[in-house]
């Protein structure tokens, strides 16, 4: 089963652009991403759509950042992204017919949907601030013992 970066990928980046002065163009944030430009276009582009990042035409341009990193959280990414599933895990068959089918969907999806719920919940809590703080943290560490 094939998991879903995109959250993880829009949160790199939008990092990266937090910590730029300048414009950066979807060819870098490729390569900081190990993707096609193509990828990092089409992420950016919900992204954009939703306020947290603008885009210059031109020589020179590129992506910034358009959010407040205090007030913006993790869950505010996850709705720009498109509010994918959180949780891999699935029901096998929706509308069965079978009985024991459906016992065992209502269990699972109770669980399911207060799991999401919990980690939605968290989502609410993690500003890009605290990221950010989390990474510039990490790099002050990394730059002192060199």
């Given at each position: 089963?094939?998991?879903?970066?995109?959250?993880?990928?829009?949160?790199?980046?939008?990092?990266?652009?937090?910590?730029?002065?300048?414009?950066?163009?979807?060819?870098?944030?490729?390569?900081?991403?190990?993707?096609?430009?193509?990828?990092?276009?089409?992420?950016?582009?919900?992204?954009?759509?939703?306020?947290?990042?603008?885009?210059?035409?031109?020589?020179?341009?590129?992506?910034?950042?358009?959010?407040?990193?205090?007030?913006?959280?993790?869950?505010?990414?996850?709705?720009?992204?498109?509010s994918p599933g959180c949780i891999a895990l699935d029901h096998q068959e929706e509308n069965s017919t079978c009985l024991v089918e459906?016992?065992?969907?209502?269990?699972?999806?109770?669980?399911?949907d207060a799991a999401e719920q919990l980690l939605l919940d968290r989502?609410?809590?993690?500003?890009?601030?605290?990221?950010?703080?989390?990474?510039?943290?990490?790099?002050?560490?990394?730059?002192?013992?060199?």
């Amino acid at each position: 089963m094939k998991k879903d970066s995109r959250l993880s990928r829009a949160l790199h980046v939008i990092l990266h652009l937090a910590e730029s002065e300048v414009p950066a163009t979807s060819e870098r944030l490729a390569k900081i991403l190990q993707t096609n430009p193509v990828v990092v276009r089409r992420l950016l582009a919900g992204l954009r759509d939703q306020g947290i990042v603008y885009s210059h035409k031109g020589h020179g341009g590129g992506w910034q950042l358009a959010c407040d990193l205090q007030t913006t959280s993790l869950r505010d990414i996850y709705r720009a992204i498109g509010s994918p599933g959180c949780i891999a895990l699935d029901h096998q068959e929706e509308n069965s017919t079978c009985l024991v089918e459906q016992a065992v969907n209502v269990a699972l999806g109770d669980a399911f949907d207060a799991a999401e719920q919990l980690l939605l919940d968290r989502f609410e809590q993690v500003t890009l601030a605290t990221l950010s703080a989390d990474f510039n943290a990490r790099y002050a560490l990394i730059a002192s013992k060199e």
